[in-house]
């Protein structure tokens, strides 16, 4: 099959015959119909991952058709349509009992800890407690923008934060992330603020729902207390970054919620947190990753009522081949949306 493959952390990406995956007893193959390309890939691929080895095929946001089975599957056959959350638990340990597989204390991570989706066809395990079966009216471009950035998004503001309408939320970092998470917030009834350094994200914002922008260059802190006469009852870091991080915790009003969702990698993995605002004000923090498959029917329910619409945030599709370019520019920020992967030919 064709596969993006790389042999050093931060060496060439280049698209490369290799072998075709065989299922696990527990698993399946999934034939590849999108694979969304996201900035953990970018992570991965400049070794800021322990779990990754080399050489390595990234990809993590995908969906597909299930085109082999291992011996122990029972709830999954050939021709299914599905996803997978970029976590997946074991299903035997004590986080995956409580249903709590996005911190699977042993979890399977296509792109991470096993070769992922930038390829004709991919591997996964545990197939019957993490694979979702798609409805036919969600197309594969759409599943795959799903399968880290938004659902990864809609745990944060509907399970961590509690995110109820009314509230005012600050989302800080317009990304793939942030702009599910402006998009899924407004859906709650929440009032929401978007904060990043590009003005043409604060317009792509405001078009998904926010109701005020913040250019980055503003004093954050102070303009959110006015927005809000006192503060976010919930904020969102949907970047990773030491500044981004302090912010969103400065912003909020007593006892409001903040959520780490992005990644706090490399020179942010240390960021610093204003601890006394956290004790003055009674400040709840706290950190979301992934989304169990058991969550996905919420979230697909809200799609198929069209509340949220995923596929606005697709911002281009392109072919297998074009993938090297499009993760290596990564960290750049450049563009809106989402960029999908759906040509496995060219």
């Known amino acids: ?107 399977f991570q ?24 798609l409805p036919e009216s969600i197309d594969f471009v759409t599943a795959a923008s799903l399968g880290c950035r938004f659902a990864t998004s809609f745990r944060a503001v509907v399970d961590q934060a509690r995110v109820q309408p009314g509230e005012w939320v600050a989302i800080h970092g317009c990304g793939g992330v942030g ?26 914002a405001k078009r998904l729902g926010a109701e005020v922008g913040v250019l980055a260059n503003a004093d954050i802190k102070a303009a959110i207390l006015e927005h809000t006469r006192g503060g976010a009852h ?22 409001g919620r903040h959520v780490q969702v992005g990644l706090m990698l490399g ?24 989304m169990q498959a058991h969550r996905y029917g919420a979230m697909l329910d809200l799609i198929l009522m069209r509340r949220v619409q995923p596929q606005l945030l697709v911002e281009k599709t392109i072919a297998l081949s074009a993938a090297p370019a499009a993760l290596a520019g990564m960290d750049n920020f450049r563009g809106t949306g989402i960029t999908v992967i759906n040509d496995f030919v060219r």
């Open 110 to 133: 296509p792109g991470f800890t096993a070769w992922g989706s930038f390829a004709e066809f991919v591997a996964v395990d545990y197939a019957d407690i993490n694979l979702v079966n």
């Open 179 to 204: 702009l599910s998470a402006i998009m899924i917030a407004n859906a709650m009834g929440a009032r929401v603020i978007a904060v990043d350094i590009d003005q043409a994200k604060l317009d792509f």
């Open 1 to 107: 099959m064709k596969a993006v493959l790389f042999e050093t952390f931060g060496g060439a990406l280049n698209c490369v015959d290799v072998r075709d995956p065989a299922p696990a007893p527990g698993g399946v193959v999934i034939k590849v119909e999108a694979s969304g390309i996201c900035r953990s890939d970018w992570h991965g691929w400049m070794g800021h991952d322990a779990d990754l080895r080399l050489p390595h095929v990234p990809g993590h946001e995908l969906a597909g058709v299930v085109v082999a089975t291992g011996a122990n599957v029972t709830r999954f056959k050939v021709g299914d349509r599905v996803t997978v959350p970029f976590v997946s638990g074991c299903g035997r340990c004590e986080q995956c009992s409580k249903g709590q597989q996005q911190i699977c204390a042993t979890q």
């Open 234 to 255: 919930v904020s969102m870091d949907a970047l990773g970054s030491r500044v981004t991080c302090y912010n969103s915790i400065a912003c909020l009003r007593p006892q």
């Open 267 to 290: 020179a942010h993995a240390d960021p610093p947190v204003p601890m006394g605002l956290v004790i003055a004000k009674e400040l709840q923090v706290m950190g979301s990753h992934g």
